[in-house]
């Protein structure tokens, strides 16, 4: 399995940005796809996922009400909308799928994406 994650940037804060994840094969729907993000200096952190098959969605609570996430199954992509981005939201996003239960922890997701840089400047 492989992921593909893309659409990160340099944007102002209040802005907003859509990343995208394309995965390598078809999730069964006992899968989660989710994103976590990483700044310099600080412990890899949950942001978003989503079950592939029931399209049930979790939230870390720094973006619950400001990210929002999707999926779009016919392509195999899973999609990060960022609103009312702030500067503290700059970090490298991480893309990444889990094989059974959702966990928040990192070490718990199977595999991951190369991630894309967001930078939000103030």
């Known amino acids: 399995v492989q992921l593909q994650a893309s659409g990160g940037g340099l944007v102002q804060a209040g802005d907003s940005l859509r990343l995208s994840c394309e995965v390598s094969?078809?999730?069964?729907?006992?899968?989660?796809l989710g994103w976590f993000r990483q700044a310099p200096g600080k412990e890899r952190e949950f942001v978003a996922a989503?079950?592939?098959?029931?399209?049930?969605?979790y939230f870390g609570d720094s973006v619950k009400g400001r990210f929002d996430i999707s999926k779009e199954s016919a392509k195999n992509m899973v999609w990060l909308q960022m609103n009312s981005l702030k500067p503290e939201d700059s970090a490298v996003y991480y893309c990444?799928?889990?094989?059974?239960?959702?966990?928040?922890?990192?070490?718990?997701?199977?595999?991951w994406g190369q991630g894309t840089q967001v930078t939000v400047s103030s």
């Open positions: 094969v078809r999730p069964y729907s006992s899968h989660i």
């Open positions: 990444a799928l889990q094989l059974r239960s959702l966990s928040r922890r990192p070490t718990d997701w199977e595999y």
């Open positions: 989503i079950r592939w098959g029931t399209g049930l969605t």
